[in-house]
């Protein structure tokens, strides 16, 4: 597979193979000691393992070629060597050309800046392919205050609402 990398100023991102989702689902010591460097595991919630599950399932039918729309970029701060957190696309880009976009951040490494650095980069990427128009957030909640802001900050716009949930996206013409 060709080696997919983002550098920002302080961050790396790379997506994550197969197996090192699984070994992040299951044994993180190995996942570590393979990358060389410490990775969150107040991340891994069981909502996330439920993802991981799902993201491995649909990388195991999905072309090698397509796996970064697919699995979760580790988000390594450079400065600690630490993955401190992971954001990924739900699969290849629709019949419209729109990729959702998710994510999620170590607790201690929030409010830094980080999360917006990594979105702004990875939406950079997806616009980098001809097949992806739009990058969306949809039902992002209300409650969910860092997360909205991140969305903002990176450039996105509400296009839909509901009572509790704020639906965003960014469309490549006006990146």
Same mark, same amino acid.
């Given at each position: ?11 790396? @991102?790379?997506?994550?193979?197969? +197996?090192?989702?699984?070994? !992040?689902?299951?044994? =993180? %010591?190995?996942?570590? #000691? &393979? ?56 699969? @290849?880009?629709?019949?419209?050309? +729109?990729?959702?976009?998710? !994510?999620?951040?170590? =607790? %201690?490494?929030?409010? #830094? &800046? ?62």
């Amino acid at each position: 597979m060709k080696s997919h990398h983002i550098a920002t100023d302080r961050l790396s @991102l790379f997506p994550l193979t197969l +197996e090192q989702l699984r070994l !992040y689902l299951d044994e =993180p %010591e190995e996942l570590e #000691k &393979g990358l060389g460097l410490s990775v969150s595991r107040s991340i891994i919630t069981n909502r996330l393992k439920r993802a991981l599950g799902m993201k491995i399932e649909k990388m195991d039918r999905a072309n090698e070629s397509d796996h970064p729309w697919f699995s979760y970029w580790l988000i390594v701060i450079r400065e600690t060597s630490f993955g401190a957190g992971m954001a990924g696309f739900k699969g @290849l880009p629709n019949e419209n050309g +729109e990729v959702e976009i998710g !994510y999620g951040i170590d =607790p %201690e490494c929030q409010g #830094k &800046g980080y999360m917006t650095e990594a979105v702004e980069a990875l939406v950079a990427w997806a616009f980098q392919n001809d097949r992806c128009l739009s990058v969306i957030a949809p039902d992002t909640k209300r409650s969910n205050i860092a997360s909205n802001r991140v969305l903002e900050k990176v450039g996105m716009r509400v296009y839909y609402e509901t009572e509790d949930a704020l639906y965003w996206r960014i469309d490549k013409e006006s990146n």
